[in-house]
Every structure is written in C-alpha cells, then in structure tokens.
Nanobody, 122 residues
C-alpha cells in the first residue's frame, strides 16, 4: 500500500516562500507520476501541480510562475517550492502518486496522507 508523508508547511507572510516535501513508500516511485494538491476546509481537494515520471511538469493556473514541483527518484521524494505566496494559497497541502499523469490530475485516490498546513497571513 502506498504511504505518503508530507512536511514543510507553516505560517508565512504574503510574498514569502515555503518548500513542501513528500516521502513516498510502497509504490514504483520512479515510474509513477506525482502530484501536489490543496484543500480548504469545506471545499474540494484540487490538484496544484503534477510531475510525470520523466520530469515533465504541469501546473494549475493559480500556481503557474510561482510554484515549482520536482522529484528525486533516489530518495523517493517529491517537493514543491512555493514562492510569492498569497493569502488565497492558505490550505492543507497533500501529495499523492499515480501510474499516469491523468490519474494524478484526477486525484481520485482512496488513500491520502495527513497533509501539511500552509497559512499565508500577515
């Protein structure tokens, strides 16, 4: 069974930066696509960024130009550098993995980690 552990969240002022990390176990990490998602209380979880097994990336419009997703196939980790953070980026951030980028973008997974809280506030 796939297990993910997210970390790196925190409280940051608008315009600041954070780097999220996710360690993945129990999957063929190097062959899978990976994604970062966020969820605001009471709202649906949405994909923010995704990365193919070959390193190609795709971003939600809200993340383009500010967030960068990357992966380390040796350490089985996926990270997301978030710059120029805005109050509307406040959410719990999750990662997950799927066999295809389309599965990752759909985000229809049965199992999720606990996520990491990101709060952007002055």
């Amino acid at each position: 069974q796939v297990q993910v552990v997210e970390s790196g969240g925190g409280l940051v002022q608008p315009g600041g930066s954070l780097k999220l990390s996710c360690v993945v176990s129990g999957s063929a990490f190097s062959r899978n696509a990976m994604g970062w998602y966020r969820q605001v209380a009471g709202e649906k979880r949405i994909v923010v960024a995704a990365i193919h097994s070959d390193g190609r990336t795709t971003y939600a419009d809200s993340a383009k130009g500010r967030f960068t997703i990357s992966r380390d196939n040796i350490k089985n980790t996926v990270s997301m550098q978030m710059n120029r953070l805005k109050p509307e980026d406040t959410a719990v951030y999750f990662c997950n993995t799927g066999r295809t980028i389309w599965a990752v973008i759909a985000g229809d997974f049965d199992s999720w980690g606990q996520g990491t809280q990101v709060t952007v506030s002055s």
